[in-house]
């Protein structure tokens, strides 16, 4: 069955920029979303078709897919920004989620 | 605004069966496609199924076709999971998650989530 890896944690000082990556086999052939989960808090999606934005998520969000690894990079990093990130996918006709990078803030 | 609110949830021994239900409003619930995913306890989310606006296409991960049914009742805007033969692994939180779109699709996104009920499967 097809996987999604990440990295269990990032860490990164406030106002850096933060790489999160997420890799699975031709991965950059299929579209990439990415959720941000904060303790007890539902998940909200801040990128989807590997590099959009929903609206009222902020621009330092970004992403890239390509090869076999999406990158959601978080441009001058808040305090806020201290989560988990998911990437998803889909393969054939069953959805796939990363198994998370936490993003520790320091 | 957009609500979608689980309940149903409890402890439940091995093998026995659970009905969740998500209570949708705020958004033509008829119009889209509805997913269910899961979390355990301390651990990552888990897509579990989809079901399309009109119930006419449903999905589910490995680990709990045949033992899992979606359904959803447009009249009533709420979407259902049947789960039987449950199992200790089951344990998790359930959320109810809206598509953007009316049919789940790879170009697509689940852009608004319930706050989930708690399943605890065990003896």
């Known amino acids: 069955s097809y996987e999604l890896t990440q990295s269990p944690s990032v860490s990164v000082s406030p106002g850096q920029t933060a790489n999160i990556n997420c890799s699975g086999d031709k991965l950059g052939d299929k579209y990439v979303c990415w959720y941000q989960q904060k303790p007890g808090q539902s998940p909200v999606v801040v990128i989807y078709q590997d590099r959009k934005r929903p609206s009222g998520i902020p621009e330092r969000f970004s992403g890239s897919n390509s090869g076999n690894t999406a990158t959601l990079t978080i441009s001058a990093t808040q305090a806020l920004d201290e989560a988990d990130y998911y990437c998803?996918?889909?393969?054939?006709?069953?959805?796939?989620f990363g198994g998370g990078t936490k993003l520790t803030v320091l | 605004q957009v609500q979608l609110v689980e309940s149903g949830g409890g402890v439940v021994q091995p093998g026995r069966s659970l009905r969740l239900s998500c209570a949708a409003s705020g958004f033509t619930f008829s119009d889209y496609a509805v997913h269910w995913v899961r979390q355990a306890p301390g651990k990552g989310l888990e897509w579990v199924s989809v079901i399309s606006y009109d119930g006419s296409h449903k999905l589910y991960t490995d680990s709990v076709r045949g033992r899992f049914t979606v359904s959803r009742d447009n009249s009533e805007n709420t979407l259902h999971l049947q789960m039987n033969s449950l199992r200790p692994e089951d344990t998790a939180v359930y959320y109810c998650?809206?598509?953007?779109?009316?049919?789940?699709?790879?170009?697509?996104?689940?852009?608004?989530w319930g706050q989930g009920t708690l399943v605890a499967v065990s003896s």
């Open positions: 998650a809206k598509d953007l779109r009316g049919v789940a699709v790879a170009a697509s996104y689940i852009d608004y």
């Open positions: 998803q996918a889909w393969d054939i006709s069953t959805v796939i």
